[in-house]
Each structure stands twice: as C-alpha cells, then as structure tokens.
C-alpha cells in the first residue's frame, strides 16, 4: 500500500539553525499538508500546499516556516531560525482530493524534532 | 469553525472486551465528514475510519465501527474484541465543505487506550 515517507525520524539541532524537513506524499496525491504535535498534546495544523501555492496556513505558520516542492515528489518544510519552543514531532500527510470532504488525509510517520 | 472534543483523557479496558471511544463535534458546515487516527507509542499517524454526514449507516471496517448520531452530534469509535496492540493513543477529526470548503483536519485532544491483559 502507497505510503507518506518521512526523513530524519529524529532531528536535534541547536537553536537558532535553520532546519528542513524532508516528505515525499503518495504519488497521485495532490494537496499536502504539515502538522505539528508538541510532545503529549494535541495535532495542530500548521500549512496546506496545492497546485504548488499555499491554500491555507495556520497563525503558528510565521516567518519563520516555509514550504516548497522543489521537484515532482518531495514536500518539504523549512524552519529559518529554530526556537525551543519549535520542538515537536512534525507530520506531513498528504490527500487525494483534499477539498472533498470525504477524502482522508494520510499521514507519514512523522520527524521528531528536538531543539537545544 | 469546527470543534472537536474528546472527553476521556484515558480509558483502560480488559483485553477482548468492546471498547467506546467518545467524540463530539460542532460545525455550522452542512456537508463534512469524520475521521479517526490511531497513534501508537512509535509515533505514527494510522487512518482507521471514515464517516460522511449524509452516510446514512454507520461505518464499519472490521474490528472498527463509527456510532455516529447526527443529531446528537457524535462519532464515536467502537473497537470490538479488544487486542494488546490496540493499546495507543486515538484521535477524533474532521474536516468540512464539500468543495471548495475546508480542507484540513481539526483534531480532538485525544484518547489513551491501554488494554489489559
């Protein structure tokens, strides 16, 4: 069964760096998405991407993070300058028909990212 | 907006029994559907199942199965003959709009489910 991949599964880094998160949907999947889950609490969206723009971004998506398809199957998201509080596993998922409401988002295993 | 809520932080149940797992949602969304994830203790997000808010019957797939009450507002997840490796974190979603509309998950705070053997 196609699935999301996801690399690293764990990333330390020291804040201040600038890290990227690396992603590849499933392959006929056309809307992505990145999802934070701070350790113990809930699934926060952070930023949907279709037809290689951003559709929509949540208040925790600043400055700080962006997003890109640089070639037809990589999705990544890049933090310029991390903070602690920037620690988090990070999901990215991707969906089919993402704007039907029926259509489930699929998920990778997630880069548990650690900031010192 | 949507909101989901998921009352029980925890539950423990006897290895084989069924298990009920709550959620609540509101929405001003006619059209939107249901969604419950699996999170085990290694981190993945595992899709289980799916419910539309026009499916009139109830979503199965096997040991899973959706009691959804529309009126009431509710979705909650049944697990029967619980096994061991049923024992994870479990999160209600959804998301709403027909086209065009919404299109990202809103998940609950979720439910750790340990099974004992």
């Known amino acids: 069964e196609p699935e999301v991949t996801q690399t690293p599964s764990h990333q330390v880094t020291q804040m201040g760096q600038e890290v990227i998160l690396r992603c590849v949907p499933i392959?006929?999947?056309?809307?992505f998405y990145w999802y934070r889950q701070i350790l113990g609490q809930k699934v926060e969206f952070l930023v949907s991407?279709?037809?290689?723009?951003?559709?929509?971004k949540s208040e925790i998506f600043d400055d700080q993070f962006s997003v890109e398809r640089p070639d037809g199957s990589n999705f990544t998201l890049k933090i310029r300058s991390t903070k602690l509080e920037d620690s988090a596993m990070y999901f990215c998922?991707?969906?089919?028909?993402?704007?039907?409401?029926?259509?489930?988002?699929?998920f990778g295993n997630g880069t548990r990212l650690t900031v010192t | 907006a949507q909101k989901i809520t998921q009352t029980q932080p925890g539950m423990f149940v006897q290895e084989k029994e069924a298990v009920t797992l709550d959620c609540t949602y509101d929405?001003?969304?006619?059209?939107?559907?249901l969604f419950w994830y699996k999170q085990p203790s290694s981190g993945e997000m595992i899709f289980l199942i799916y419910?539309?808010?026009?499916?009139?019957q109830n979503a199965t797939e096997g040991r899973y199965s959706l009691n959804f009450q529309k009126a009431r507002k509710s979705a909650n997840l049944v697990i029967s003959a619980s096994q061991l490796g049923d024992s994870a974190m479990y999160f209600c979603?959804?998301?709403?709009?027909?086209?065009?509309?919404?299109?990202?998950?809103?998940f609950g705070t979720g439910t750790r489910l340990t099974i004992i053997p």
């Open positions: 998922a991707s969906s089919e028909m993402g704007r039907l409401y029926n259509s489930p988002l699929h």
């Open positions: 392959s006929n999947h056309l809307y």
């Open positions: 991407f279709y037809n290689n723009e951003i559709s929509e």
């Open positions: 929405t001003s969304d006619q059209s939107y559907g």
């Open positions: 419910q539309g808010s026009y499916d009139e």
């Open positions: 979603a959804m998301k709403g709009g027909p086209t065009g509309g919404n299109e990202k998950l809103t």
